[in-house]
């Protein structure tokens, strides 16, 4: 019908107002009816046939038509183009708000990048992002956005994210810096080397991701789905039953058509699904803009009926950015201790390996090329330095390998050492308990969560006064990667029949594990190839508080379908029961619908 479709519909409507006043005798009465009737129904014949080509044979404009016709056809002339004006502009209504739902993802689209500008031996070169490849450099302007993910070559600058995070300081980036597609340079001109080719960078990600949530729909939506199928099969029969079946028997041809259509005005969903496509779509939006994404109007809903919250302690409820607080050697110097588990730890990408090595200083590069190591995830590593093999990680990986070790005097989390299975003493490590994470555990109780629990690696001895502090209902520490799985597991078996649980990790170590829950949160996920392949829902930056702003959020639109579905069935029901009684008048049908349909519309309103 065009972008102006919505011209037919407005016509209809004047010439409806202007034929109440205008006197018309016999054939003429039809005959001018029949103008603002035609005016009203092309747009929804259009919608009604296009349906049916696409194999959707029961839907709402067929039935909008249907019932209609029967209006007019039996003489209600008003009620027949009221009923077409009425359901078209809720539908241009309905489109509207959808559009406006739309407008963070095209926010989120137009921080795609148009272009590139090449660092090139000749000087600069505007080219295609797609064209760049790994370690090109490129020239990114103040002011400009940064095109691909790379690392600072030369410059100092300030980055906002944004766009991409939802986070609203902006970043001080220097040589060595880790930069995101998406995000703009504010203060000066900046050079990075490109780590990601475009297809993979966090911008491209991001946008496919924000556009395929709505290819996910909620379980709430799918139900509907087919429970109105079955509906309009039900309510299609009984009106053939009330138009056709029963007037050969009993006659008045008029009054039992007249029932029927309302039967078909009852027939219809008011809205698309009654408004929940609406809603969730409205709910994504609304958490884009905070710098979280879901993956999809399903995760929202899990996250909605979550009664029990897990958290993997490191890099959500604490910062995740371990400092060195104390060096306990044994029959060696601090610096010589330091050294070892330093240069043992050189190719992990754990934080405590990096504080470890930020407390070590500079070490030997000919010594670290020639380090061979093995992982033991959630215990630590082995290493053969030369010829001699050392052990760095917790008290579980000695005990495992038959190493006596001693017990730390100071609270921390201890990291002993060893060579040749010779105890060489331990580094205290601490991390540091997130701002307000108290504030944010105590938000998610008020938003309805029961249950919450913490798991961690630590030793009891550290983990129970983090746990105590921020009142976890359970602890389970001194737990290995796959033993946090098991934990995860155990309580999936033990939930409740609707209730889901949520698990929030950090996206880099998490990842195999937040996969077990009914719904995994990633926090810190910029950047994060593990948290954009496993999480479900993605907070960008590692603003705890967000978590129970989306717990919000998504209880907010649960339970607005809930009550978009009480109004919508009960609506419909009423009319399609007094309408079949003769209680009902095809005129208080068609304006119980549109009211209907006005409610559930300004009741996604409420999502913002």
Same mark, same amino acid.
């Given at each position: 019908?065009?972008?102006?479709?919505?011209?037919?519909?407005?016509?209809?409507?004047?010439?409806?107002?202007?034929?109440?006043?205008?006197?018309? #005798?016999?054939?003429?009465?039809?005959?001018?009816?029949?103008?603002?009737?035609?005016?009203?129904?092309?747009?929804?014949?259009?919608?009604?046939?296009?349906?049916?080509?696409?194999?959707?044979?029961?839907?709402?404009?067929?039935?909008?038509?249907?019932?209609?016709?029967?209006?007019?056809?039996?003489?209600?002339?008003?009620?027949?183009?009221?009923?077409?004006?009425?359901?078209?502009?809720?539908?241009?209504?309905?489109?509207?708000?959808?559009?406006?739902?739309?407008?963070?993802?095209?926010?989120?689209?137009?921080?795609?990048?148009?272009?590139?500008?090449?660092?090139?031996?000749? =000087?600069?070169?505007? @080219?295609?992002?797609?064209?760049? !490849?790994?370690?090109?450099?490129?020239?990114?302007?103040?002011?400009?956005?940064?095109?691909?993910?790379?690392?600072?070559?030369?410059?100092?600058?300030?980055?906002?994210?944004?766009?991409?995070? =939802?986070?609203? !300081?902006?970043? &001080?980036?220097?040589?060595?810096?880790?930069?995101?597609?998406?995000?703009?340079?504010?203060?000066?001109?900046?050079?990075?080397?490109?780590?990601?080719?475009?297809?993979?960078?966090?911008?491209?990600?991001?946008?496919?991701?924000?556009?395929?949530?709505?290819?996910?729909?909620?379980?709430?939506?799918?139900?509907?789905?087919?429970?109105?199928?079955?509906?309009?099969?039900?309510?299609?029969?009984?009106?053939?039953?009330?138009?056709?079946?029963?007037?050969?028997?009993?006659?008045?041809?008029?009054?039992?058509?007249?029932? &029927?259509?309302?039967l078909l005005i009852a027939a219809r969903a008011v809205t698309e699904c009654f408004g929940i496509p609406l809603l969730y779509r409205r709910?994504?939006?609304?958490?884009?803009?905070?710098?979280?994404?879901?993956?999809?109007?399903?995760?929202?809903?899990?996250?909605?009926?979550?009664?029990?919250?897990?958290?993997?302690?490191?890099?959500?409820?604490?910062?995740?950015?371990?400092?060195?607080?104390?060096?306990?050697?044994?029959?060696?110097?601090? /610096?010589?201790?330091?050294?070892?588990?330093?240069?043992?730890?050189?190719?992990?990408?754990?934080?405590?390996?990096?504080?470890?090595?930020?407390?070590?200083?500079?070490?030997?590069?000919?010594?670290?090329?020639?380090?061979?190591?093995?992982?033991?995830?959630?215990?630590?590593i082995s290493a053969f330095l030369g010829s001699h093999q050392v052990y760095v990680g917790n008290a579980a990986l000695l005990e495992e390998?038959?190493?006596?070790?001693?017990?730390?005097? /100071?609270?921390?989390?201890?990291?002993?050492?060893?060579?040749?299975?010779?105890?060489?003493?331990?580094?205290?490590?601490?991390?540091?308990?997130?701002?307000?994470?108290?504030d944010a555990l105590e938000s998610l109780r008020v938003g309805g969560v029961k249950k919450l629990v913490l798991l961690t690696g630590d030793?009891?001895?550290?983990?129970?006064?983090?746990?105590?502090?921020?009142?976890?209902?359970?602890?389970?520490?001194?737990?290995?990667? #796959?033993?946090?799985?098991?934990?995860?597991?155990?309580?999936?078996?033990?939930?409740?029949?609707?209730?889901?649980?949520?698990?929030?990790?950090?996206?880099?170590?998490?990842?195999?594990?937040?996969?077990?829950?009914?719904?995994?949160?990633?926090?810190?996920?910029?950047?994060?190839?593990?948290?954009?392949?496993?999480?479900? @829902?993605?907070?960008?930056?590692?603003?705890?508080?967000?978590?129970?702003?989306?717990?919000?959020?998504?209880?907010?639109?649960?339970?607005?379908?809930?009550?978009?579905?009480?109004?919508?069935?009960?609506?419909? &029901?009423?009319?399609?029961?007094?309408?079949?009684?003769?209680?009902? !008048?095809?005129?208080?049908?068609?304006?119980?619908?549109? &009211?209907?349909?006005?409610?559930?519309?300004?009741?996604?309103?409420?999502?913002?």
């Amino acid at each position: 019908m065009g972008r102006f479709s919505w011209l037919f519909p407005l016509l209809a409507a004047l010439l409806l107002i202007a034929l109440r006043f205008v006197p018309l #005798e016999g054939w003429m009465i039809p005959a001018a009816w029949a103008v603002p009737a035609l005016l009203a129904l092309m747009e929804h014949a259009a919608d009604a046939f296009e349906n049916i080509r696409g194999g959707r044979y029961l839907n709402n404009a067929l039935f909008t038509c249907l019932s209609a016709l029967l209006l007019f056809a039996t003489g209600l002339y008003t009620e027949a183009v009221l009923l077409l004006v009425l359901t078209s502009l809720t539908g241009h209504l309905e489109k509207s708000l959808h559009d406006r739902s739309q407008e963070n993802l095209d926010k989120v689209m137009e921080i795609l990048p148009t272009h590139a500008v090449l660092v090139t031996d000749v =000087g600069f070169e505007r @080219v295609d992002p797609a064209a760049v !490849s790994v370690g090109d450099i490129l020239l990114v302007r103040a002011g400009e956005r940064i095109p691909l993910d790379g690392v600072v070559t030369e410059g100092i600058s300030t980055i906002d994210t944004v766009a991409v995070s =939802g986070q609203r !300081s902006p970043w &001080a980036v220097n040589t060595g810096y880790k930069v995101y597609s998406g995000c703009r340079n504010l203060t000066s001109d900046i050079k990075i080397r490109v780590s990601r080719p475009y297809e993979q960078s966090t911008v491209r990600k991001l946008t496919r991701l924000a556009a395929a949530a709505t290819d996910f729909p909620s379980e709430q939506e799918n139900t509907v789905r087919r429970f109105l199928f079955w509906y309009q099969c039900a309510a299609l029969a009984l009106a053939l039953l009330l138009g056709v079946i029963l007037p050969i028997f009993r006659g008045n041809w008029i009054v039992w058509l007249r029932r &029927a259509a309302v039967l078909l005005i009852a027939a219809r969903a008011v809205t698309e699904c009654f408004g929940i496509p609406l809603l969730y779509r409205r709910a994504l939006s609304t958490a884009e803009k905070l710098g979280v994404f879901s993956k999809g109007e399903d995760c929202l809903e899990a996250m909605a009926r979550a009664e029990t919250v897990i958290f993997d302690k490191t890099g959500t409820i604490t910062e995740g950015r371990y400092a060195v607080t104390d060096v306990y050697p044994v029959k060696m110097s601090e /610096r010589q201790l330091l050294t070892i588990a330093a240069t043992a730890e050189s190719f992990s990408r754990h934080p405590i390996a990096a504080a470890i090595r930020e407390a070590a200083g500079k070490l030997d590069e000919r010594v670290i090329r020639a380090v061979k190591i093995r992982d033991y995830p959630g215990r630590g590593i082995s290493a053969f330095l030369g010829s001699h093999q050392v052990y760095v990680g917790n008290a579980a990986l000695l005990e495992e390998h038959g190493i006596k070790y001693n017990i730390p005097a /100071r609270p921390g989390t201890a990291i002993h050492v060893s060579v040749d299975e010779r105890y060489c003493g331990y580094i205290l490590v601490t991390d540091k308990v997130r701002r307000r994470a108290f504030d944010a555990l105590e938000s998610l109780r008020v938003g309805g969560v029961k249950k919450l629990v913490l798991l961690t690696g630590d030793v009891f001895s550290v983990a129970r006064p983090i746990a105590s502090r921020l009142n976890f209902d359970m602890l389970r520490a001194e737990l290995k990667p #796959e033993e946090k799985a098991k934990a995860v597991g155990y309580l999936m078996n033990n939930k409740g029949q609707r209730s889901t649980i949520a698990f929030v990790g950090e996206g880099e170590n998490s990842g195999k594990i937040m996969s077990g829950a009914d719904v995994g949160i990633a926090m810190g996920s910029l950047g994060s190839d593990a948290a954009l392949a496993r999480a479900d @829902v993605l907070v960008m930056d590692r603003d705890i508080f967000k978590i129970p702003k989306t717990l919000a959020i998504s209880r907010q639109v649960y339970r607005a379908a809930l009550v978009n579905l009480g109004v919508g069935f009960g609506t419909n &029901a009423v009319i399609a029961l007094f309408g079949a009684l003769g209680v009902f !008048s095809p005129l208080a049908a068609v304006i119980a619908s549109a &009211a209907c349909c006005l409610l559930l519309l300004g009741n996604s309103l409420r999502i913002k």
